[in-house]
T-cell receptor, first 116, second 109 residues
């Protein structure tokens, strides 16, 4: 299957700082990417839909000024957690679709963010 | 909100078939049934999807009832590496994936 890579896999940052997470589609172009977060022993929660060349669409309750999403190319989307707080500590996962119909989504390996 | 209902957890002996049920009684005619699984601390992995016919691939089989209100994912010969959380999701092709709570499958020796 198609490969989606996230970087970094783990990151620790101090409260008040910002951290950027990258999501790359390695062997295909993705017009749409999705960002999820997951708390321990919970399911994945969709945060936003990222469209190449346009503004991201955020799910209800997700602060767009706190979670900045940029999808500047067909193979790269970034999620920046701004002014991080300990409650932002979570597992962040991206996914990308191989076609415009979003037939099948492939997921990155996830990024474990710890804010201290 | 997720449109599916799955048992919270299931056990299966290694080498036996694992049958994971999913209820989607409000499924629409243009919605597909998707299955993903998530092994601990990894991103979800696609398993299989179908519309109304039964489907089989190298990983699993998907059995969808005639009225499409429920389905069963079958792992024919479960191994310890199949221990994971399995998510059943219904969606139209162009829509986003919304995850429910899933079924935690524990395969034991």
């Amino acid at each position: 299957g198609a490969v989606v890579s996230q970087h970094p896999s783990r990151v620790i940052c101090k409260s008040g700082t910002s951290v950027k997470i990258e999501c790359r589609s390695l062997d295909f172009q993705a017009t749409t990417m999705f960002w999820y977060r997951q708390f321990p022993k919970k399911s994945l929660m969709l945060m936003a839909t990222s469209n190449e060349g346009s503004k991201a669409t955020y799910e209800q309750g997700v602060e767009k000024d706190k979670f900045l999403i940029n999808h500047a190319s067909l193979t790269l989307s970034t999620l920046t957690v701004t002014s991080a707080h300990p409650e932002d500590s979570s597992f962040y996962i991206c996914s990308a679709s191989v076609d415009e119909l979003n037939t099948e989504a492939f997921f990155g390996q996830g990024t474990r963010l710890t804010v201290v | 909100d997720a449109k599916t209902t799955q048992p919270t957890s299931m056990d299966c002996a290694e080498g036996r078939a694992a049958n994971l049920p999913c209820n989607h009684s409000t499924i629409s005619g243009n919605e597909y049934v998707y299955w993903y699984r998530q092994i601990h601390s990894q991103g979800p992995q696609y398993i299989i999807h179908g519309l109304k016919n039964n489907e089989t691939n190298e990983m699993a089989s998907l059995i969808i009832t005639e009225d499409r209100k429920s389905s069963t994912l079958i792992l024919p010969h479960a191994t310890l590496r199949d221990t994971a959380v399995y998510y059943c999701i219904v969606r139209v092709y162009t829509d986003k994936l919304i995850f429910g709570t899933g079924t935690r499958l524990q395969v034991f020796p």
